[in-house]
């Protein structure tokens, strides 16, 4: 069984930073491609970032570009999103989600959809206050 925790999440001020985590444990992370969305109370899961199964490209949503960037390292099977400069509007659950099929044709255009994940965390809550 493949399971993805997340862990990182918390309160902070605007303009403050978080590095988020997430582990994966069960299956064969160096061929997952990896990504990172979020939900806020009432409104639809969003992409956020994602990368590829050899972490060479990377892809992220318009609102945190510049402010956030994803990693992952292999032999720790484990992804991270860092976050910096944080806003209010960041304000959400964080999920952690696998794509199994990472390698080598995904593209990281096809991987802001949700639905081609297999695995997801549940869920780590960022709060960003004004």
């Known amino acids: 069984q493949v399971q993805l925790v997340e862990s990182g999440g918390g309160t902070v001020q605007a303009g403050g930073s978080l590095r988020l985590s997430c582990a994966v444990s069960?299956?064969?992370?160096?061929?997952?491609?990896m990504g990172w969305f979020r939900q806020a109370p009432g409104q639809e899961r969003e992409f956020v970032a994602a990368?590829?199964?050899?972490?060479?490209?990377?892809r992220y949503a318009d609102s945190v570009i510049g402010r956030f960037s994803i990693s992952r390292e292999n032999p720790m099977s484990t992804s991270y999103l860092q976050m910096n400069n944080l806003k209010p509007e960041d304000t959400a659950v964080y999920y952690c989600a696998a794509d199994r099929w990472g390698a080598p044709s995904r593209t990281t255009q096809d991987m802001i959809a949700a639905a081609l994940y297999d695995y997801w965390g549940r869920g780590t809550q960022v709060t960003v206050s004004s």
């Open positions: 069960g299956g064969t992370f160096s061929s997952y491609g």
């Open positions: 990368i590829n199964y050899r972490g060479t490209n990377t």
